[in-house]
């Protein structure tokens, strides 16, 4: 899990939501069409195309991302269109098994216990094995530790999928380090100085935090 850093609205979200008037005032059920795309496309572009959550790559098409609320918008109805509250999640609508990210989280929330990629220091609280599991960090506080765990687990984030995908994108990078002989340790420093950064199409590879984790223990 990484930070977003949120940016202001999309001009599309901000001209229909100043729609509201007397007679009708938005929902998020009534979020659909082109401000519901604009709003889907700010999202993947401050995050880099990745899922707020895992970090894999999400595309534009209906069955790859979906609108999450971080605070479940049945708990919070007032946040339900705050653009602050809202981040792209990987999984359409009808996700396959085994759901993890948005699908699996559903309406939970726990302030205490949810490690928000809101947090500007989210990524501290988690660890990683080089299979590509995931675990609360070492050197936690007890209470930061119990909200990692608790966020892994209803978050399904060390589900066997996501371990796989993480470790088959270290191995790709490995495999392109050694398929010359010895890896270049100026070549792998270019990789991990790069692994956060947008690409031309503004688009980060994914599961930087685990790469980086990674890396910094080899």
């Not at 990629?117 to 930061?144: E, K, M, N, W």
Request: hydrophobic share 40%; glycine share 8%.
């Amino acid at each position: 899990m990484r930070w977003i850093d949120k940016r202001p609205a999309p001009a599309g979200l901000l001209d229909w939501l100043a729609l509201a008037n007397a007679d009708w005032q938005p929902t998020y059920a009534d979020l659909r069409g082109a401000e519901k795309r604009a709003t889907l496309d700010a999202l993947l572009t401050e995050q880099g195309a990745l899922c707020g959550y895992c970090e894999r790559r999400i595309g534009r098409r209906p069955g790859d991302r979906h609108i999450e609320h971080l605070r479940p918008q049945e708990l919070f109805p007032d946040l339900a269109l705050d653009y602050r509250n809202l981040m792209a999640s990987c999984q359409g609508e009808q996700p396959p098994e085994p759901r993890h990210c948005g699908h699996a989280k559903e309406n939970w929330f726990d302030e205490a216990n949810f490690v928000s990629p809101a947090d500007p220091d989210c990524s501290t609280a988690f660890g990683f094995t080089p299979d590509g599991h995931i675990h609360p960090a070492q050197a936690l506080t007890p209470a930061r530790a119990t909200a990692a765990a608790t966020t892994i687990k209803h978050l399904n984030l060390d589900c066997g999928s996501l371990a796989r995908a993480r470790s088959a994108a270290l191995d790709g990078i490995i495999g392109g380090l050694t398929a010359s002989g010895a890896p270049d340790p100026d070549d792998l420093q270019r990789i991990v100085d790069n692994l956060a950064l947008p690409d031309a199409a503004g688009r980060i590879a994914p599961f930087p935090t685990f790469l980086l984790h990674t890396f910094a223990g080899l």
